[in-house]
């Protein structure tokens, strides 16, 4: 027997259109804190003072490599990903869990690294962290939404009409 019920719109254009804007703000964030890193400029935090401490430590890059250079091809992938997931290309949706999911496991390391090792935090990394920890909300809340079109015997149209 066929389901009668109107199925509610798919939020997931949405969602993921939210999740693009989110990662060009992470990759404005990353671009500024690499070109500070690799011209040798003093970064001035607003809401904390260890600014200077955390970009200048040994954790801040990866040999010559700044992490913000790391951060910026995370959120580029992430952006490009959210827009073709918005479009409604599955496995955009779960090539973008994947790279949420390795931004997610790097913020937690580096967070640590922050109020354990160092006892400093950076505004522009907290900025990082946050816009990162809502990519990996977006993410679920696009999972179990998706989840819930499939457990009602109905399934999600890819695209808009």
């Not at 003072?49 to 890059?61: D, K, N, P, Q």
Request: with cysteine.
């Amino acid at each position: 027997m066929k389901n009668t019920q109107p199925v509610p719109e798919r939020p997931q254009p949405r969602l993921f259109g939210l999740a693009a804007l989110l990662s060009l703000g992470g990759l404005a964030d990353s671009i500024y804190l690499t070109v500070t890193h690799l011209t040798g400029e003093d970064i001035t935090c607003i809401a904390s003072s260890g600014c200077s401490e955390v970009l200048s430590s040994a954790y801040s890059s990866v040999g010559k490599i700044p992490l913000g250079a790391f951060g910026a091809l995370g959120y580029f992938v992430a952006f490009s990903l959210a827009t073709l997931a918005a479009f409604g290309y599955p496995r955009a949706q779960i090539l973008l869990t994947v790279v949420v999911a390795g931004m997610l496991a790097t913020t937690l390391w580096l967070l640590y690294v922050q109020a354990f090792v160092l006892h400093a935090f950076c505004d522009f990394c907290l900025l990082s962290a946050a816009l990162t920890l809502s990519l990996s909300v977006i993410v679920v809340v696009s999972h179990f939404t998706r989840r819930r079109y499939r457990t009602a015997g109905e399934e999600a149209p890819l695209l808009e009409s």
